[in-house]
């Protein structure tokens, strides 16, 4: 096989299934457009879908922790009434009516209120607040961490492309080689030139058919890597894009020691971030639960307005009329609320989340370094393979060209030109994947420590 098989080509269908939405098919693709790949992973990340709700629950976090802090000020609580209102005249000693008349002759008008301000409710509302501000941080790292595996998608189907266009022009390069051979080795054979059998011409047709195989493959992953980022971008399915640089070309950072990742990856990792600000969110929120075994003290006005149309008012302090007389007095009290059980269920409710969420810090504490050593590996393996296929399809090349200058001098036979073209060709196609697979892994790396949150909160804002 001229060229071996690229898997990570086969990733992409994974990135085309995993956008954020499907597009429907294009009737005809009117525009060309080139994209850089900072272009490319800003249009994603503003217009994601994912990213777009995980921001509405930063929102959600923000109305909660509103909530709770106007919990700290007074509250007023007003009903309003108003109906029908029996007859009452006279005064304090006398009156021509009774209390049992239903004798409707009027309306009345009542507002009953009270203004409380909670003095001290055993750390509940303070507990309140500070869950819901962890919260928020929380949320806030759950934004970044969609935004940078939005980000991955877009680094796999840039590359991805990259890697397809560098095969497709491997394969062109081969195939115009090749074409050339077959037609030679068809004339010499036709001509019964001493040297020259069927074998050769077997081979080398073999050896494009092959080739003819890896180019529909190839081009096959170079158009799904192109609807991809489309796809992510969000641009009308008319448009047709392509990277701006077309060439795959190793990344030329520089990069840092393992332990220098390990340490970041602890400090900027969203999932730490997460895991961390969750803790202390319901560590707070198990102190607001436990806060409802206690009273609520607080001081405030409580008091009454009333008026009616048929009704006399009364001056005796030990005759209230609530249809007619109005009342209000400063109180201080306390509220307590007592249950047989309910609140300790609901105390078990918080501290079994929290311990939910204790379980998935632990898993990060675990699983992160882990990965930050996989991602470190791979990419120092992509580096060395580099190193590795550079000199062998430099090599290979000097190979075929020698094969081809000996073929055509006729001192070679076309069987040697087609070993030399898939050497070649297996070393050069090679040496692109590990080129791929080094700058995905470099942004793999990024990924798995958490530097592209740096990145990805400057498309964010």
């Known amino acids: 096989m001229p060229i071996s098989a690229c898997s990570r080509l086969a990733c992409l269908g994974l990135v085309f299934s995993l956008s954020v939405m499907s597009v429907p098919p294009a009737a005809a693709q009117t525009e060309r ?6 272009d490319a992973l800003e249009a994603a990340i503003r217009h994601s879908p994912q990213i777009k709700e995980e921001q509405f629950g930063v929102m959600l976090r923000e109305s909660q922790r509103k909530q709770a802090d106007a919990a700290r000020f007074a509250q007023l609580d007003l009903t309003v009434v108003g109906g029908p209102s029996p007859r009452a005249r006279g005064n304090q000693i ?65 590359y991805g492309y990259q890697l397809a266009n560098s095969l497709e022009n491997l394969a062109s390069e081969i195939g115009g080689q090749l074409s050339g051979t077959l037609d030679k ?62 060439s795959l070309q190793p990344d030329k950072r520089e990069v840092d020691p393992l332990d220098a990742y390990l340490v970041e990856a602890r400090q900027l990792r969203p999932e730490f971030t997460q895991a961390r600000e969750g803790v202390k969110a319901y560590e707070a929120l198990v102190q607001a639960a436990k806060a409802d075994y206690y009273p ?13 149309t048929n009704r006399d008012r009364f001056t005796n302090p030990f005759v209230f009329d609530s249809l007619k007389d109005d009342v209000a007095a400063p109180v201080v009290g306390f509220k ?115 530097r592209d949150v740096v990145m990805v909160q400057t498309f964010l804002q």
């Open 33 to 38: 457009r080139a994209v850089s790949l900072h």
């Open 94 to 158: 006398d009156s021509p009516d009774s209390k049992t008349n239903t004798e409707i002759t009027g309306v009345f008008g009542r507002a009953v209120f009270s203004i409380i301000q909670p003095l001290y409710a055993f750390g509940k509302i303070n507990n309140f607040r500070k869950a819901a501000a962890h919260g928020i941080a929380a949320s806030q790292a759950a934004v970044h961490q969609k935004a940078t595996d939005v980000a991955m998608l877009v680094y796999q189907a840039y």
């Open 185 to 246: 080795v068809q004339r010499q054979l036709e001509a019964e030139a001493p040297g020259v059998d069927n074998i050769d011409l077997f081979k080398l047709q073999t050896f494009e058919g092959e080739l003819k195989k890896q180019m529909n493959d190839i081009r096959q992953g170079k158009a799904l890597a192109s609807a991809a980022l489309q796809t992510l971008m969000f641009l009308p399915p008319t448009t047709t894009l392509e990277p701006a640089q077309a």
């Open 296 to 308: 609520i003290f607080f001081v405030g006005v409580i008091g009454s307005l009333a008026d009616a």
């Open 336 to 450: 307590w609320h007592y249950d047989l059980g309910i609140t300790a269920g609901k105390v078990d409710e918080v501290q079994a989340q929290l311990g939910q969420v204790q379980q998935k810090h632990a898993l990060a504490e675990q699983g992160i370094p882990y990965q930050v050593r996989q991602a470190y590996l791979e990419m120092e393996q992509h580096r060395d393979n580099i190193q590795a296929t550079r000199e062998g399809y430099r090599n290979g090349r000097k190979w075929l060209v020698a094969a081809l200058s000996n073929f055509d001098l006729g001192v070679g036979e076309g069987k040697d030109v087609a070993d030399a073209a898939l050497a070649y060709a297996k070393l050069r196609a090679s040496y692109f994947q590990s080129v791929y697979g080094y700058n995905f892994a470099l942004a793999s790396l990024d990924h798995v420590t958490g």
